[in-house]
């Protein structure tokens, strides 16, 4: 067993998400949304060099030494998948790994807005599930897929870095293609992707502007592409998209988004009550304002848009957090920290609440 696998069991068994690790400090694993110590002593460069190098096969050393900064998967078989980041930092070599739940969580289990349903059954476009990190993209994408593979006959490729979550087969045909172990980069694999017949792709980064000209290539194209940004709402998702080209390129990209952009998923966590997280969505369909929007460089006007379309199953993240203090699944503190429209909350706070805590 390698020496790693120790501090994940035992960061599993207090309920954590994440493990960190950073030389000079104790082990720390994320614990309902906190850090947290797991150990006492602080880890040398020696010890944290025994601990990465050993999960790492010896290509992927060398291209974390060359590169220094490497994504991968662990494994510990029969308990629990992680994602890695090897990174470094000021005092040398560090390392963050978040827990791939084992089992595919379901729609129901994650209790997923219905209007997640309806770009299931899309036959293309780009749908983009965006967030900051750690706020559940990955489990939300694999539960769409999951759901797609149950229900729909489709021949679906993901390309992601490292590969979370492993779809067995059901209805749909699915081939899982990591960076850096099956193909050289994103981009390779979506030009690869063009040419093996696909009726979904699944592209775990849109970070660079390449993979973004090529995922809105084939979601113009007619197949279905889910992708995932950092951004936190649909309008910021659109600009940041928009943003990623050159000036001269932009008016020209611009109808190209607005041609193909089917829906825009953006997910926060908040803290559950009386403990966990759950997550709070702002959820974008399309409509038939939504194209000329686009085009003509009206961002703003994509929050009318939401607030408009309730019926169709469209939300603005502010009403969803509202929804979720009125059901007593967040409290009231929590919800205004993550809303844009921090008046609508306000209101609701009792004294104290913005000292406490915040």
């Known amino acids: ?38 150990g006492t002593t602080p880890l040398d460069a020696t010890g944290m060099e025994t601990l990465l190098k050993e999960i790492c096969p010896p290509k992927r050393w060398t291209e974390f030494l060359e590169r220094r900064d490497l ?11 992680f994602r890695a980041n090897f990174l470094c930092n000021h005092w040398g070599q560090a390392a963050v790994l978040r827990q791939i739940p084992a089992k595919i969580m379901s729609f129901e289990d994650l209790k997923l807005p219905e209007a997640l349903k309806k770009l299931c059954h899309l036959n293309e476009g780009l749908v983009v599930v965006t967030g900051p990190t750690g706020s559940g993209k990955s489990t939300t994408l694999a539960a769409m897929i999951d759901y797609i593979n149950s229900n729909l006959t489709k021949h679906i490729i993901t390309i992601e870095d490292p590969i979370e979550f492993v ?15 099956h193909t050289e980069s994103f981009g390779a694999a979506l030009k690869g992707a063009m040419r093996h017949d696909p009726d979904i792709l699944l592209v775990g980064e849109m970070r660079e502007l390449e993979t973004i000209k090529l995922a809105l290539g084939c979601a113009s194209m007619g197949m ?14 659109v600009d940041r998209i928009i943003n990623a080209f050159p000036a001269d390129e932009q008016n020209q990209v611009r109808v190209m988004l607005a041609g193909c952009l089917a829906g825009v998923v953006a997910q926060l966590l908040c803290k559950r009550v009386p403990k966990g997280r759950c997550a709070v969505h702002e959820i974008l369909l399309t409509h038939e304002a939504l194209p000329n929007t686009i085009r003509s460089g009206q961002i703003a006007n994509i929050r009318g848009i939401i607030e408009s379309g309730s019926t169709e199953g469209m939300i603005t993240m502010d009403n969803s957090l509202m929804n979720r203090v009125k059901d007593g699944t967040v409290e009231a503190k929590e919800a205004y920290m993550k809303a844009a429209n921090k008046a609508l909350f306000a209101p609701l706070l009792k004294p104290g609440d913005l000292t406490e805590g915040h």
């Open 1 to 38: 067993m390698a020496a790693i696998d120790a501090l994940l069991k035992t960061m599993l068994e207090k309920g954590g998400s994440d493990l960190h690790l950073t030389v000079g400090l104790p082990p720390k694993a994320r614990i309902s949304g906190a850090l947290q110590a797991i």
């Open 71 to 81: 994504d991968l998967a662990h494994e510990i078989p029969g308990l629990a998948r």
């Open 167 to 181: 779809h067995p087969v059901k209805k749909s045909v699915i081939v899982h293609r990591e960076v850096g172990e």
């Open 224 to 237: 279905l592409v889910f992708g995932t940004l950092h951004t936190n709402n649909a309008p910021k998702t």
